[in-house]
T-cell receptor
Framework: NAGVTQTPKFQVLKTGQSMTLQCAQD?????MYWYRQDPGMGLRLIYY???????DKGEVPNGYNVSRLNKREFSLRLESAAPSQTSVYFC?????????????FGQGTRLTVV | KNEVEQSPQNLTAQEGEFITINCSYS?????LHWLQQHPGGGIVSLFM???GKKKHGRLIATINIQEKHSSLHITASHPRDSAVYIC??????????FGKGTRLSVIA
């Protein structure tokens, strides 16, 4: 099925551990995004990639790194997890031109850092 | 940065009621998205609007570009409509900026 595939769905980390969240889309979209969702905060942009080979910081990039491996895949890495990074993470891709776009989301990763 | 405000934050309705959720934004946009998030977390796109009005089943979305405002209406609400409804906007190639969401509970 076409869409955005995000793994893992759940993860528990100890403070200081590292992990990579994987995201892949099979729709040939240029733009891919990583957001985090916290209670009462809405979705906030961590990093995005407007095209293969480019990445840019969003609103809350500290403590994260990203890699746009190819057009399909956009991974998010936590090098040294902290309890403040406990959140639900969503990968998304955006398709289309000005005024005619469609957004697709992964199923989310619920991350707990203890 | 575009500021996106949604109202109300929480909404409880009786089955069959007509529901309206509002979204306003601060800076001109090229598109506005209405999204639905069910318990369990998945987010699905309901509508993309750049002008006017769209209808899909019992859902209607409108946008007023001059007033920087959009509304999502649900007619004949049903308990299965219970979810968080999220408004998001973007301009050109900029990333989506999200509102905080409206939590809707429809009681049978």
């Amino acid at each position: 099925n076409a869409g955005v595939t995000q793994t893992p769905k759940f993860q528990v980390l100890k403070t200081g551990q590292s992990m990579t969240l994987q995201c892949a889309q099979d729709m040939n979209h240029n733009s891919m995004y990583w957001y985090r969702q916290d209670p009462g905060m809405g979705l906030r942009l961590i990093y995005y990639s407007a095209s293969e080979g480019t990445t840019d910081k969003g609103e809350v990039p500290n403590g994260y790194n990203v890699s746009r491996l190819n057009k399909r895949e956009f991974s998010l890495r936590l090098e040294s997890a902290a309890p403040s990074q406990t959140s639900v993470y969503f990968c998304a891709s955006l398709y289309g031109a000005m005024g005619n776009t469609e957004a697709f989301f992964g199923q989310g990763t619920r991350l707990t850092v203890v | 940065k575009n500021e996106v405000e949604q109202s109300p934050q929480n909404l409880t309705a009786q089955e069959g009621e007509f529901i309206t959720i509002n979204c306003s934004y601060s800076v001109g946009i090229s598109a506005l998205h209405w999204l639905q998030q069910h318990p369990g977390g998945g987010i699905v796109s309901l509508f993309m609007l750049s002008s006017g009005k769209k209808k899909h089943g019992r859902l209607i979305a409108t946008i007023n570009i001059q007033e920087k405002h959009s509304s999502l209406h649900i007619t004949a609400s049903h308990p299965r409509d219970s979810a968080v409804y999220i408004c998001a906007v973007h301009s050109g190639n900029t990333p989506l900026v999200f509102g905080k969401g409206t939590r809707l509970s429809v009681i049978a």
